[in-house]
């Protein structure tokens, strides 16, 4: 009954090597979020999309590529890997309406380890 | 730059304290304010928000305060228990404007353990 969920939950890998994480939510949500949560626990946002659309595109590396192939589903997809791309990444989602577009829900994270 | 600023970065009270963390934005366009509580190996969750209608508001043990001439709010957790300890995070958007929705600008959170 898990509501945003996102695998895997732990990812080791190494430089220069591609990697994927995948996001399902079953909340009925329209919009869904990748947010970036660095070693110092900063959280920014990285992309967002509305039933498929991206809407938000912060300024992140061209080796970074959302896909989401139905509103219930966003993946992120990472080429290239490099050491800074360590963080935890977080996929979310809210509503459409107006009261609660802003009212996210978050996974539980995907730590990447990049060595 | 840090568009909301929050602080302090870690604090430590006895069970039953009050402790209060703070948070400060520049930009006067932000007109909804929600506070994330986050446990270890866990998404942030919501716990609280504000619009800047009101100055306060409550739900359980916890409290924000709103100042929107000072353009502050501060989040106060009232009778605080062990399990009150996480990480909290203030955050600011503006809602109902297609090219924001559900962009939140955190804060850089702040690290609250309660000792028994």
């Known amino acids: 009954d898990t509501a945003v969920s996102q695998t895997p939950k732990y990812l080791v890998t190494q430089m220069g090597n591609d990697k994927s994480i995948k996001c399902e939510q079953n909340?009925?949500?329209?919009?869904m979020y990748w947010y970036k949560q660095d070693s110092k626990k900063f959280l920014k946002i990285m992309f967002s999309?509305?039933?498929?659309?991206?809407?938000i595109n912060e300024t992140v590396p061209n080796r970074f590529s959302p896909k989401s192939p139905d509103k219930a589903h966003l993946n992120l997809h990472i080429n290239s890997l490099e050491l800074g791309d360590s963080a935890v990444y977080f996929c979310a989602s809210s509503p459409r309406t107006s009261a609660g577009a802003n009212v996210l829900t978050f996974g539980a994270g995907s730590r990447l380890t990049v060595l | 730059q840090q568009q909301v600023k929050q602080s302090p970065q870690s604090l430590i009270v006895q069970k039953g304290g009050i402790p209060i963390i703070n948070c400060a934005y520049e930009?006067?366009?932000?007109?909804?304010f929600p506070w994330y509580q986050q446990f270890p190996g866990k998404g942030p969750a919501l716990l609280i928000a504000?619009?800047?209608?009101?100055s306060e508001k409550k739900e359980g043990r916890f409290t924000i305060s709103f100042n929107k001439s000072a353009k502050q709010f501060s989040l106060h957790i009232m009778d605080s228990q062990p399990g009150d300890s996480a990480t909290y995070f203030c955050a600011a958007s503006i809602e109902n404007r297609g090219s924001t929705l559900g962009r939140l600008y955190f804060g850089r959170g702040t690290q609250l353990t309660v000792w028994p």
């Open positions: 999309y509305n039933n498929k659309e991206l809407i």
């Open positions: 909340l009925g949500h329209d919009t």
């Open positions: 504000i619009r800047p209608d009101v």
């Open positions: 930009n006067t366009a932000f007109d909804y």
